[in-house]
């Protein structure tokens, strides 16, 4: 089975524990090489945050229980990708 | 010792996720306050009604402050659960998920629990500091003595609690020392005026 190497998550989470923290926890979990997380919208309590990581293998229940032990939960997963090597989305012509 | 540095560590998380830390000092201060003016106003009553038996004393003074301490435990034990509930439940709705699994969740019992540990314990401990000269009573000429230590023991630690506020307020500390002296220089006043008249 080829290995995830980039997963794109559309998440909700409380304000507290904060993005650094967040960011923090998740880059400690194996297989994971970077973490990114941008805020792209905020509210009284929550804030959406869009989770962007990479690395050689990862696993995403793991990503997952993770996200959701701080609070969180994922709206959406909205890229992936798994194999020997990251390759982004082609163009085609109906874009 | 790593059980307590993780133990620490876990406080220090779950302290910037629920800020156990303001809560309690505000709650350490606002009862040690209250257990202290309460020990005056039984040390008074028991001054101005001519009570010189130290046990009569000690044993008022004690049952006063495990009143004290039961009510600030259980009183800060059902409103703070009863508060954090209420919060989690909220974050719940906004999040559409049940939280009560999350760090966020073990961070709010843990604060239930904390600050009804503080709630409890500091007017209980304060009253007990002010009695001090009654558990050795033996010590003093005359039991008068013990009395007017234990006053000027309140008073002290009246001053040291309005030094505290004025260090956390990062104001004027004197000011504030001065404030919380005042209402125990008139808790004494009022009581000495009611049980002389």
């Not at chain 1, 990862?58 to 229980?65: A, M, N």
């Amino acid at each position: 089975m080829g290995e995830i190497r980039r997963l794109v998550l559309d998440t909700l989470k409380p304000l507290e524990p904060t993005i650094i923290e967040m960011a923090d926890e998740l880059s400690d979990l194996g297989g994971i090489a970077a973490v990114n997380i941008s805020i792209y919208e905020i509210d009284r309590k929550v804030e959406n945050a869009k989770i962007t990581i990479e690395g050689e293998n990862i696993s995403y229940p793991r990503v997952l229980d993770r996200i959701q032990e701080l609070g969180g939960t994922i709206h959406s997963i909205d890229e992936v990708v798994a194999g020997s090597k990251i390759i982004d989305d082609s163009a085609t012509l109906q874009d | 010792m790593s059980w307590f540095r993780d133990a620490l560590q876990r406080a220090g998380e779950y302290d910037r996720l629920v800020n156990i830390g303001e809560i309690a000092r505000r709650y350490f201060v606002m009862n040690a306050f209250d257990g202290v003016l309460t020990i005056i106003g039984v040390l008074m009553g028991n001054l101005t009604a001519g009570v010189r038996e130290p046990r009569i004393v000690v044993s008022t003074g004690l049952a006063t402050s495990v009143a004290m301490g039961i009510s600030g435990l259980w009183g800060a034990y059902l409103t703070e659960a009863a508060e954090r509930e209420r919060d989690l439940d909220e974050l719940s709705r906004y999040t559409l998920t049940d939280l009560n699994d999350t760090r966020i969740a073990r961070a709010s019992r843990a604060a239930v629990v904390a600050v009804a540990l503080v709630d409890g314990l500091s007017p209980f401990l304060a009253a007990l500091v002010v009695l001090t000269p009654f558990f050795v009573i033996g010590l003093f000429p005359a039991v008068t003595w013990a009395y007017y230590t234990s006053l000027a023991i309140a008073l002290l630690t009246l001053l040291g609690l309005g030094f505290f506020l004025g260090h956390v307020s990062r104001g004027n500390v004197v000011l504030y020392a001065v404030k919380t002296g005042v209402a125990g220089v008139v808790a004494v006043l009022i009581s000495f005026l009611l049980g002389g008249w």
